[in-house]
């Protein structure tokens, strides 16, 4: 089994930028896919960007061109840069991991704010 542990999380301005980092731990030889998935308020848990442990990233329409998201396997991390923040991101972001071809392993979530 996968653990998952995020941080980074936090308040900043529009228009500002955070960083969060996600260590995964466990039995993480089968992980491959890893990524990133935000809750906003009133809305479902929706992916926001993934990473396979070749690099090849996927972001969906909304943070292309804003969001960053990277991964150290030797370190076991997966990390997304979120630049030029809207009070949209706001929301509680998760780090997740496909086992088995599923979204299985999942953190707790670190809560990001946006706003003046």
């Known amino acids: 089994q996968v653990q998952l542990v995020e941080s980074g999380g936090g308040w900043v301005q529009p228009g500002g930028s955070l960083r969060l980092s996600c260590t995964a731990s466990?039995?993480?030889?089968?992980?491959?896919?890893m990524g990133w998935h935000r809750q906003i308020p009133g809305k479902q848990r929706a992916l926001v960007a993934r990473?396979?442990?070749?690099?090849?990233?996927f972001y969906v329409h909304d943070v292309q061109g804003r969001f960053t998201i990277s991964r150290d396997n030797a370190k076991n991390m997966v990390f997304l840069q979120m630049n030029l923040l809207e009070p949209e991101d706001t929301g509680v972001y998760y780090c997740?991991?496909?086992?088995?071809?599923?979204?299985?392993?999942w953190g707790a979530g670190t809560q990001v704010t946006v706003s003046s």
């Open positions: 997740a991991a496909v086992e088995r071809g599923i979204w299985s392993a």
């Open positions: 466990g039995n993480i030889d089968s992980l491959n896919t």
């Open positions: 990473i396979t442990s070749d690099g090849d990233a």
